[in-house]
């Protein structure tokens, strides 16, 4: 079973910056194969960043040019730093994982985080 705990979520003024950490474990199960979604007030659930198995990303438009997505193996961590941080980014940011198997992401988004609140004001 993997248990994914999200931090570093917080309030910031319109124009900070947060960085967003998920601690994955077992992490080897996932490793190459999480991302980050949001769920913004009247919205549904969104992709915001996803780390390919390739090790390329992928944005949401939204995002794009303002955010970054990172892992850091050692630390069994992935990273989401947020930049240039406006209202619209207000919203419950959740750590997402599928199963890595020899370098390859199976299946759907079956491991979630609790989410960790970003208000934006």
């Known amino acids: 079973h993997v248990q994914l705990v999200e931090s570093g979520g917080g309030s910031v003024q319109a124009g900070g910056s947060l960085r967003l950490s998920c601690l994955a474990s077992?992490?080897?199960?996932?490793?190459?194969?999480m991302g980050w979604f949001r769920q913004t007030p009247g919205n549904e659930r969104e992709a915001v960043a996803n780390i390919l198995s390739d090790g390329t990303s992928t944005y949401a438009d939204p995002v794009k040019g303002r955010f970054t997505i990172s892992e850091d193996n050692a630390k069994n961590t992935l990273y989401l730093q947020m930049n240039s941080l406006n209202s619209e980014d207000t919203g419950l940011y959740y750590c997402a994982a599928r199963t890595s198997i020899d370098g390859r992401c199976i299946g759907m988004w079956h491991f979630w985080g609790q989410g960790t609140q970003v208000t934006v004001s």
């Open positions: 077992p992490y080897a199960s996932v490793r190459g194969c």
